[in-house]
């Protein structure tokens, strides 16, 4: 094993291949650490990450470093199978590289029992490996830039199905019409790690498929009868809360509120409990007229906020308080001056419909209430005994503007050994500018100078997190933020410490960023990596 530190609540357990990773899932699934949150096992690799305040890094590299690499359990009974219409625009072309047949490599597909091996890229997505191995299938030199829902293809020693219409750069071999994930079941994932999957040619099978039950939405609270009217969405409006952690299992990352801070803090100031979904405001532009007495916050990014009341009254007012609205009155959000995102709450609670345990929207895996409309209604009573109203909640920092030059702290790793002595310099010598096509998955940024790799091989995908930085092969780094990919395919040199990750979520578009390094790279002591430098 060798262990490479992530951030200040993760690192990396690397093992020489597939088989040895999902040995020590299984092994530390079936005797637990203490401290451990959540794994997300890859390829080659296994992402552990931990409470700091139940354990250390130190102490639990030294416990996984004890569990075995050889025992396997048996990881679950599912059994699913799936119609493949075999007319994949790569077929021809993989049966080539695998020097055969395109009809026998169609066999050879449906004869192989495919296990689940772990789950990423999307929800849904499922990397499976055959029970008897051989297969090896290089991935195209030019990905495709849309690739449709249902495609079946190949890649290394993985089959996998699109669950969604995506860029991506595995060979197709063929098209199925079994949804991979959906919402409305109770299961949305259908294969979770551990399944084993059989193929069989749908235009020759009439064979029925069962497919996971579906799922009966539960009750909404009931309304108080005070409501919220959307008259103006501006940029974007979405509904976040804290998060749906511990979902790696079907590709899910925790999505959640960009600024958690400013999120509790709008909930405190208004009585709730600090997690309860609010509206995620982006660069201002929202307006909404209440019906009956509400009490609102609005907290976050830095924007003239105007009350107009239902009499013809204009005023001004503070963000960070609590603020009443009578029927008729109306709250504008303007664009911000300093920050990005804007946090709306309300006394009693909105009534939102959760998926997967949350409200929140992950703008990546399409999970979660869909953005806010104009002359969407908004329910409230979801607790109907809320706390006292704060009158003392302060902002958590200052946020930047798009003029201010932005300071994160960063922890070098995991991959930082594959760049070149000069772009590791780099990343902490040159500002880098958060373009305009940065988003809740990322900040996209650009430097003067492209950062080099000294390692040009391929990446087995591996877990990603918060905060990481991620540098594909432009050399323009991207940092990804709560709707990230659980999995990526990029190095990551260098790791955003939590702590900075809500100041992050606040950096607007111009503004420039530049990395401070609080731990260098390392391997944690207790690896083992005499082996695999060569394997």
């Known amino acids: 094993m060798r262990f490479l530190a992530v951030n200040l609540s993760s690192f990396l357990v690397e093992l020489s291949s597939?088989?040895?990773?999902?040995?020590l899932f299984d092994s530390l699934s079936a005797e637990p650490e203490n401290g451990i949150e959540e794994m997300i096992p890859a390829a080659r690799t296994l992402l552990i990450r931990f409470c700091p305040r139940e354990t250390s890094q130190a102490a639990l590299v030294e416990k996984i470093s004890r569990h075995s690499l050889t025992g396997r359990t048996v990881r679950s009974s599912q059994r699913v199978t799936i119609p493949v219409y075999y007319n994949g625009e790569d077929l021809p072309s993989v049966a080539d590289l695998l020097g055969t047949e395109v009809q026998a490599l169609i066999r050879r597909h449906q004869e192989s029992v495919w296990n689940v091996a772990f789950t990423g890229f999307a929800p849904g997505f499922a990397y499976m490996v055959s029970d008897n191995g051989g297969w090896q299938t290089p991935r195209r030199s030019t990905p495709r830039t849309r690739i449709p829902a249902g495609s079946v293809a190949l890649a290394g020693e993985f089959s996998g199905i699109y669950p969604q219409a995506s860029p991506g750069g595995w060979q197709l071999i063929g098209q199925t019409e079994l949804k991979m994930w959906d919402l409305s079941r109770?299961?949305?994932?259908?294969?979770?790690?551990?399944?084993?999957?059989?193929?069989?040619?749908?235009?020759k099978s009439a064979k029925t498929i069962s497919l996971p039950a579906r799922v009966i939405p539960p009750d909404l609270p009931e309304n108080t009868g005070s409501t919220l009217t959307v008259l103006a969405t501006g940029l974007q409006t979405l509904w976040q809360d804290d998060g749906r952690t511990g979902r790696a299992s079907m590709g899910l990352s925790e999505s959640g509120a960009m600024d958690k801070s400013a999120l509790h803090a709008a909930n405190r100031i208004v009585g709730n409990p600090t997690g309860s979904p609010c509206l995620e405001i982006t660069q201002g532009g929202f307006r909404a007229r209440a019906a009956g007495e509400v009490i609102i916050s609005v907290t976050g990014a830095k924007c003239p906020l105007t009350l107009l009341t239902a009499e013809g009254g204009r005023y001004t007012v503070d963000g960070y308080r609590p603020l009443n609205l009578a029927t008729g009155d109306e709250i504008h959000v303007g664009a911000?001056?300093?920050?990005?995102?804007?946090?709306?709450?309300?006394?009693?609670?909105?009534?939102?419909p959760e998926s997967l345990g949350s409200a929140a929207r992950d703008s990546l895996a399409q999970v979660g209430p869909e953005p806010l409309g104009v002359g969407d209604i908004l329910a409230i009573g979801a607790h109907p005994h809320p706390g006292a109203v704060q009158l003392n909640e302060l902002p958590a920092g200052p946020l930047p503007s798009a003029e201010d030059t932005v300071t994160l702290d960063i922890v070098l790793g995991p991959r930082t050994d594959w760049f070149t002595a000069d772009a590791i310099k780099m990343l902490t010598a040159q500002c880098w500018r958060v373009t305009p096509q940065s988003n809740r998955i990322g900040l996209r940024l650009d430097g003067e100078q492209p950062l080099a790799r000294s390692q040009h091989q391929e990446l087995p995908s591996e877990g990603t997190c918060s905060g990481a930085i991620q540098v594909p092969a432009s050399g323009q780094p991207v940092l990804f933020l709560h709707d990230h990919p659980l999995t990526g395919g990029y190095p990551v040199i260098a790791a955003v410490a939590e702590y900075h990750l809500d100041l992050a979520g606040q950096i607007p578009p111009g503004a420039s960023i530049r990395f401070n390094v609080i731990r260098p790279f390392l391997e944690i002591a207790g690896s083992k990596a005499s082996d695999y430098r060569d394997a």
């Not at 109770?186 to 235009?203: K, R, S, T, W, Y």
């Open 18 to 23: 597939l088989d040895e990773t999902l040995a």
């Open 186 to 203: 109770e299961q949305p994932a259908l294969l979770m790690p551990g399944a084993q999957v059989n193929f069989i040619d749908a235009a």
């Open 336 to 352: 911000p001056v300093r920050g990005l995102r804007s946090y709306l709450a309300i006394r009693g609670g909105f009534i939102v």
